[in-house]
């Protein structure tokens, strides 16, 4: 649905208006790789800005650290309508190993609303392509959330009682 | 000579072609050493929790519901991918795969959960634990936790029996949200 939205809102080109919220530098690498003849995403139509003013799309890089934080939360209220933020990088999807420090309010989600998470430390520049892609609809989503048990335990016969127990309701209210 | 200079430049340019990649469209696959999203292997597994102990963004999680199951949750979105979960894991039920597109709009989608059969001992019923010379440890056995559930870090609670209370308290473990 989002990356309906994004093809609406967004016909022919993103710019980028490029954060660094305290990040390592490496990201940033990153993302000026990205911009390069080799791997160039100005075929996209993907222009990088100075101003946010100017831009459709924030690319926030860094767990968002207390002296950032109300620039970041200015940036993005200078954005204007409709905006994609992305979380480029472990840091700024999760906090990355400062997610609990002092300083540091870990992960631009608990600053503004991110739209689209590019995890790696630093994401190679084909995931930053491929999570650019995404939000443009010309790929498909690969990641999911996995679940694997070793055998059926205790705790999963208590849940199915449960939710028998929670079925059967209405044969009590029927005998009644 | 400007004209000249221009000419020498295209012909310059010419000479390598394209070298764009072509990469949402073709498939541009990581090196074999690229340590990409780090897979567990649940029939490996044994649970001994030496992957969170040595994962720097603490994003292994160990919960124990009761004696004899233990939840191992992998938290991808502040993972590094340094890889030493891997290195340390004695059985090699983790294996560092070279998958890279991990670009999502839910941060659970890298998550990765495993439940485990703890092995008990034949006479008391009880797990195996490790000798318990520091306090740390000694904290660990009678139920100290020594992170917070909001920030999602490791937790360490063992009950006998299956406790349903404790069930019902900590089945929502999941990230707070806004």
């Known amino acids: 649905m989002l990356s309906k939205l994004a093809k609406k809102s967004f016909p022919k080109s993103l710019w980028l208006y490029h954060c660094n919220t305290g990040a390592c530098n490496g990201c940033d690498i990153e993302i000026l790789n990205v911009l390069t003849p080799y791997y160039d995403v100005e075929r996209f139509g993907i222009k990088l800005v100075a101003s946010p003013r100017h831009a459709d799309v924030m690319l926030v890089s860094g767990a968002v650290t207390r002296p950032t934080f109300p620039l970041v939360k200015k940036a993005f209220e200078a954005l204007p309508s409709p905006k994609l933020v992305f979380g480029i990088g472990s840091c700024a999807t999760g906090g990355g190993c400062w997610f609990d420090t002092y300083n540091v309010t870990g992960g631009a989600f608990k600053a503004i609303p991110v739209n689209y998470y590019i995890p790696g430390c630093p994401p190679r520049p084909e995931a930053i392509i491929y999570g650019v892609a995404l939000a443009l609809g010309l790929v498909d989503k690969k990641a999911a959330p996995v679940e694997m048990k070793q055998m059926e335990f205790p705790i999963d016969m208590y849940e199915q009682g449960k939710a028998w127990e929670e079925r059967n309701v209405i044969y009590r209210l029927l005998e009644d | ?178």
């Open chain 2, 1 to 178: 000579m400007w004209l000249t200079s221009k000419i020498k430049q295209v012909l310059m340019v010419l000479k390598p072609g394209v070298v764009t990649l072509g990469y949402p469209f073709t498939p541009h696959p990581a090196p074999e050493n690229f340590r990409g999203q780090p897979h567990w292997d649940h029939h490996k597994c044994v649970g001994c929790g030496a992957c969170s102990n040595h994962c720097s963004a603490r994003c292994i999680l160990v919960r124990d519901y009761c004696q004899e199951i233990r939840v191992m949750l992998y938290d991808g979105s502040r993972c590094t991918y340094c890889g030493r979960c891997a290195d340390v894991c004695p059985e090699k039920a983790i294996t560092i795969s070279t998958e890279f597109e991990l670009a999502t709009g839910d941060r659970e989608d890298v998550t990765e959960r495993l439940e485990l059969f703890m092995l008990t001992c034949q006479r008391c019923g009880r797990c195996y634990d490790m000798e318990n010379t520091n306090a740390i440890e000694r904290l660990d056995l009678r139920g100290y936790r020594y992170d917070s559930l909001e920030t999602r870090a490791l937790i360490r609670k063992t009950t006998d029996q299956f406790d349903r209370e404790l069930f019902e308290a900590t089945k929502n473990y999941q990230r707070p949200v806004k």
